[in-house]
Every structure is written in structure tokens, then in C-alpha cells.
């Protein structure tokens, strides 16, 4: 094994390198999330491929909204490729960065293709930022892909859905300890702008005997312009999470963020900079994006 791999195999990567190869530490997680503005439905796929003493096993699942349907497997199976981004699990889930296709049933069906992606515009550093280069964390984060055209058709439940022309999201997730003990996340497209795009995720990070709570948000703009608020010290995110509600507040020189949820309320979030520019997030079916 060379010095680079026994280095990436802490979960750590080099300033300019890639995140999206697989690892090889105790969980590799993919993300794919779909939504169709004009019906308000939303669809997830995902796969973690998980690391145990006889070999790997992964966790699947497919969920859609608003028909409830859910359907998680925990898989015998399970390989993450590590020359580039992809994973599968069999004949029950396989995905590359331009193809998804699971099977876990004739009610749980995903066959997409996915073109003319817009990526991760940051070479230096992914999702994660700074942290993505210090080893052995519990968890990274890198939202990867931040639209694209998709092609394809679902079945849940006793729905089929045509998902031509769906808005797309998608990340992934590894971490040396497995999942952490406490994460939240959430992300937001269906836009007036379909290019605007909006993802958070926060948790307690530990790396050994250090501890801390991070969180970071990322949002693209509808002119391509990609905003990462998150580091410490630069542009910290403070984070207020509960069973019932959350709250996001970060800002750095140029860019102030705040979102909040409830339960029994539809997200908020608008995102200012010195520019006349704001993101406001609501329902799905009546996202957009104005200038202020």
C-alpha cells in the first residue's frame, strides 16, 4: 500500500484530490435526491457500503413523497469502487456517476440516467472544506453534484413515476468510525431558478479525544456561483437542532445565511450577500429565488 493510500484509508484527502474514490474505512455513503416541482414529489436513493471484520455489507434504501413509501434492505453485499465514484450491492443497487438503478422488488424499482452534470466547482477542497484533509474523522461530507439532466422512471409502491427533466442532487458521506452519533441535513432545489440549489449538514466531528460540532452549508446560485459557509473562525455555521425544530445562522465577509424548520412549518432560508442577491427556500411547489 502506498504512503497516499494508507492516508486516504484514514478518510482524509489531499488539497486537489479526489473524494469521490472510495476510501476503504467502516461506512461509504452515496445520496441521490430527485424532485419534480410542478407535482411536489421527491424521491431519495441510497447505498452505504459498510466495513465489518468479514468483509463489507451495505444499507440501502429508496424513499418517495408525498405517497409515504419507504423500503430499506440491509444487503449481504456491498462494494464501493475505488478508482472513482460508484457502489453496488448485487442486482439490488447500482450506481455510478452517471447511472442509479436499484431493485429491491417490483414496488421498489430506479432506473436513471444522468447527464450534463454540474459538479463541485472547488478543486482545492470538497464539501467539507479544510477538514476534508485532517485524517481519521468520524465523518466527511461532499455534495458532489448540484444538478444535472436525468432521464428515467421509478416505481414505488403502487406509483410509477417518469422522472424526465427531475432536479437532482446528490453527495456523498465516509467516515473511519462509521456513521457519527448525531447529523443533520437537508437540502432544497424546485427553485423559480432550477440551477439555484441549497444543502447543509452538521454533526459532532471527533478525531480521537477531540471533540466538535460543525455544521456547513453549501448554495449554488443562479448565475453558477457556488457559496460554502462553514469554516471556523471564517464563516462558522451555529446550528440549534431539536426533535421539533432547526435553525441555521452563518455568515462570512460577503454572505449571511439563516434557515429554520419546524415540524409544522415549511422551511426558510434566505441566503444575502453585498450584492442584491437572496435565496429563499418554502415548499417545494413554490420555491424562489428574488433579488432584494
Not at 17 to 30: S, T
Not at 138 to 144: A, D, G, K, L, T
Not at 269 to 290: A, K
Request: glycine share 10%; charged share 20%.
Amino acid at each position: 500500500m502506498s504512503l497516499l493510500d494508507r492516508y486516504r484509508s484514514t478518510g482524509a484527502d489531499l488539497p486537489f484530490g479526489d473524494p469521490l474514490r472510495a476510501h476503504d474505512v467502516a461506512m461509504e455513503g452515496y445520496f441521490w435526491r430527485f424532485t419534480l416541482p410542478e407535482s411536489g414529489r421527491v424521491l431519495i436513493a441510497l447505498i452505504g457500503i459498510n466495513r465489518a471484520d468479514d468483509g463489507t455489507w451495505s444499507t440501502l434504501g429508496l424513499a418517495s413523497h408525498p405517497n409515504g413509501f419507504l423500503r430499506t434492505v440491509a444487503h449481504p453485499d456491498g462494494v464501493a469502487d475505488p478508482e472513482a465514484l460508484g457502489a453496488s450491492a448485487g442486482t439490488a443497487f447500482r450506481a455510478s456517476a452517471d447511472r442509479v438503478v436499484v431493485d429491491m422488488g417490483p414496488d421498489a424499482r430506479l432506473d436513471v440516467q444522468i447527464s450534463d452534470p454540474v459538479t463541485w466547482s472547488r478543486r482545492s477542497f470538497g464539501g467539507s472544506s479544510v477538514f476534508q484533509a485532517v485524517p481519521a474523522l468520524n465523518q466527511y461530507w461532499h455534495p458532489w453534484l448540484l444538478g444535472a439532466t436525468v432521464r428515467g422512471t421509478a416505481t414505488v409502491g403502487d406509483e410509477e413515476w417518469n422522472l424526465d427533466g427531475a432536479q437532482i442532487y446528490a453527495e456523498k458521506n465516509w467516515g473511519k468510525g462509521g456513521f457519527p452519533e448525531s447529523w443533520w441535513w437537508g437540502q432544497a432545489q424546485g427553485f423559480a431558478e432550477p440551477e439555484a440549489c441549497v444543502a447543509f449538514a452538521g454533526g459532532q466531528v471527533t478525531a480521537g479525544p477531540l471533540r466538535t460540532e460543525v455544521t456547513a452549508v453549501v448554495a449554488r446560485l443562479p448565475d453558477g456561483k457556488l457559496i460554502r459557509l462553514g469554516n471556523p473562525g471564517v464563516s462558522a455555521v451555529r446550528a440549534k437542532v431539536s426533535d421539533e425544530k432547526w435553525s441555521l445562522h452563518g455568515r462570512s465577509a460577503q454572505y449571511e445565511l439563516r434557515s429554520r424548520e419546524t415540524r409544522r412549518s415549511a422551511p426558510h432560508t434566505s441566503c444575502r450577500c453585498r450584492y442584491p442577491t437572496s435565496v429563499v427556500t418554502s415548499p417545494v411547489r413554490s420555491n424562489t429565488l428574488r433579488d432584494i
